[in-house]
């Protein structure tokens, strides 16, 4: 199922709408983010390995795969992420609210409350990006690719 509003750079539910929760958080959030921000079409395009996230407390995983032409999600792990993020839904909307500079790689909104809040949960586990260490331009690339903040 393509969201229709992005035409040339649609997000697609690959399980359509048998697409778990989590899918459907991120197409949602994906979606709107490209529509009002296109300029990170680009950012997309630069993620070239799958990033799997998975909602804890709606016990659901989604994999995002960005290629040249469209964003596929889908249900479950798929591929070899390099990127794996697990955390509550709350969370994911929480990273949501990070601003992002500089394609993604300037992570200016880890510096306010709710960024504090979101690196104390990565630091103590609540949070956890597998992959952080080893694939750090992938984990904020998709954390900007998520953030609803201009």
């Known amino acids: 199922m393509a969201h229709p509003a992005i035409h040339d750079y649609p997000v697609t539910l690959n399980d359509g709408p048998d ?5 459907g958080v991120v197409a949602t959030l994906l979606t709107q983010n490209l529509e009002t921000f296109p300029a990170r079409v680009e950012l997309a ?6 990033v799997t996230i998975s909602g804890v ?17 889908s249900n479950d792990v798929v591929g070899r992420p ?15 609210q990070l601003k992002m500079k500089g394609s993604g790689l300037l992570p200016v909104g880890f510096f306010t409350r709710r960024g504090l809040r979101t690196l104390s949960a990565i630091a103590t586990g609540d ?20 953030s609803v903040v201009a």
Do not use: Y
């Open 45 to 50: 395009r630069k993620l070239t390995r799958p």
């Open 127 to 146: 949070l956890k990006v597998q992959g952080l260490i080893t694939h750090p331009v992938t984990a904020l690339r998709v954390i900007a690719l998520l």
């Open 19 to 23: 697409a778990n929760g989590i899918a």
């Open 82 to 96: 390099s990127v794996t993020v697990k955390a509550t839904v709350e969370q994911i909307l929480d990273l949501s």
């Open 57 to 73: 407390d709606i016990e659901s995983t989604c994999t995002i795969d960005c290629s040249s032409r469209a964003v596929t999600i």
